[in-house]
């Protein structure tokens, strides 16, 4: 039977006769073993008549690790560019079939959603390029990361871009076309998951008495929230400072950077509790520094309540004591408003401090006593 446009005869049985020299067809990708080097080109035993030949402008284009792989007797795949050549030989191509293996993985990673790192090689207008193994993959501006400020600052908008050139980011593959050698990749769809992943690796590396730095990123009435490096953790009014604090905004504001000791992790509900004020001197434990029974010291009234008055010390870490309604005045009195009030500037004496119970005990009564004129007197002399 003869072919009409090429006058060869195709004779029905001809198929057997190629499956048996086991002829190969073009986009074919086979196995074989790399046999020879030879004028620059590379052969390959794919099992047919003859060996395919790797040309030498290919080669040209290999990197040093694909050169590697084909020393003589490594097993590689090959695409089949053409079966055929005028001159007879099989013309084959080790790079388009480590590029078939690509889109095949692409597939793969598109239906597992795993994550992809790929290096960013150029930009345009619309996004980022990034290589994905030999594929070309395409980050629109849309699926950047949200912490990127490329499209937030369209001014410095290509310095941004210019600047990610040469880096490894992690991504998802979102749309595979091979057909139109189409590649999609997210960087926002990878964030959340890196984000877990980071969590949890933070959690179970933290312990209790680390010190970590962190950035102050949300406050409340009840404490201030601190990012530690992907995982927020909550610094409770109580432990801003060993001072009275009514409010974190007295100490603090969103954007600051701060250091936290980390007073204790659940795992089970992965919350962390931090402290300020552990970094600093528990002022209870230096107080005999300061203070001394028998003292002099100003103080403000800062509340009252049926049994006294609590009165905050002029000093750096504004310690409270109480004034007990017995020492209010040397005349009986109902309530502590019958001598003063929240906000009253006040001398008291320092008539006891227990710095295991955390008390100073105060007294207006006893500031005139005639019991302390000696040691007031000497410290009026030293002054």
Not at 24 to 50: C, Q
Not at 343 to 368: F, N, T, Y
Request: glycine share 8%.
């Amino acid at each position: 039977m003869m072919d009409a446009t090429s006058g060869d005869f195709d004779h029905p049985m001809s198929f057997l006769l190629d499956e048996e020299l086991n002829l190969p067809s073009t986009g074919e990708i086979r196995s074989g073993w790399v046999v020879a080097h030879r004028n620059n080109e590379i052969l390959v035993d794919i099992g047919a008549k003859s060996e395919g030949i790797i040309d030498n402008r290919e080669i040209a284009t290999l990197s040093p690790e694909a050169l590697e792989s084909l020393a003589v007797g490594s097993e590689v795949r090959v695409f089949v560019v053409n079966p055929e050549d005028g001159d007879g030989n099989i013309v084959v191509s080790y790079a388009k079939a480590a590029e078939e293996k690509d889109w095949e993985q692409a597939v793969t990673m598109l239906e597992s959603q795993e994550l992809c790192e790929c290096k960013v090689v150029g930009f345009n207008r619309g996004g980022i390029l990034a290589n994905v193994g030999r594929l070309r993959g395409f980050i629109p501006n849309s699926q950047l990361g949200r912490n990127r400020n490329i499209l937030k600052d369209q001014e410095n908008k290509q310095k941004a871009m210019q600047a990610l050139v040469g880096k490894i980011i992690h991504t998802k593959i979102i749309e595979v076309d091979r057909e139109r050698n189409r590649l999609i990749l997210s960087e926002r769809a990878a964030s959340k998951e890196l984000r877990e992943e980071r969590r949890a690796e933070l959690l179970s590396s933290l312990k209790s008495g680390d010190v970590r730095q962190g950035r102050v990123v949300n406050m409340a009435n009840f404490g201030a929230f601190i990012d530690i490096g992907g995982v927020e953790g909550l610094v409770h009014l109580s432990e801003l400072s060993w001072k009275r604090v009514n409010h974190p905004s007295e100490l603090l504001k969103v954007g600051d950077t701060v250091k936290a000791y980390v007073l204790n992790i659940d795992q089970e509900r992965q919350r962390i509790a931090l402290s300020i004020k552990r970094l600093e001197a528990d002022p209870w434990t230096i107080i005999d520094e300061t203070y001394r029974v028998g003292q002099l010291v100003e103080a403000e009234i800062t509340r009252l309540t049926k049994f006294g008055a609590f009165a905050r010390l002029n000093d750096d870490y504004e310690l409270e004591g109480l004034i007990h309604i017995s020492e209010m005045s040397e005349d009986r009195i109902d309530h502590p408003r019958e001598v003063v009030k929240p906000e009253d500037k006040v001398m008291v004496r320092i008539i006891r401090i227990d710095p295991d119970q955390r008390q100073i005990g105060l007294s207006l009564r006893q500031v005139a006593s005639e019991k302390y004129i000696e040691s007031d007197l000497a410290l009026l002399d030293a002054g």
